[in-house]
């Protein structure tokens, strides 16, 4: 596994047990009907999350495809979050948030060195053979 991974790997792991927090805290709120949006984004953002650290965990040649992914619906998570004034929730926006920089950085430095001729950390004959 690359050393480059690792702050990655540790935001999609604290995103996911941020998610995993707020879908169990919102379920346990009063009035969960207004709340089914956010734990259906916590639970997808959660499942994404572990998918993306265990791509890039392994070196799968996908994990930044991945990432990328991850990025998108943590920013949704997120944005989702921050309509509701609850800790959880807000804890959670700011784990996706962390998690989507880190992601996002990743996929921004796999294209900077694909761009220079460089194989990125997806590599293979096959993504050289697409430039």
Known sequence: MSGQYQSCIAACTECAQACDVCASACLKEDDVTPLAGCIALDTDCAQLCRLAAGAMERGSPAALAICKACAEVCDL??????????????????????????????????????????RGPRGGKAATARH
């Open 77 to 118: 998570c997120a944005a989702e979050c921050y309509r509701h004034a609850m800790w959880h929730c807000e804890e959670c926006a700011a784990a996706c948030l962390r998690c989507m920089a880190q992601c996002s950085r990743m996929v921004e430095l796999d294209g900077r060195a694909e761009s220079q001729g460089q």
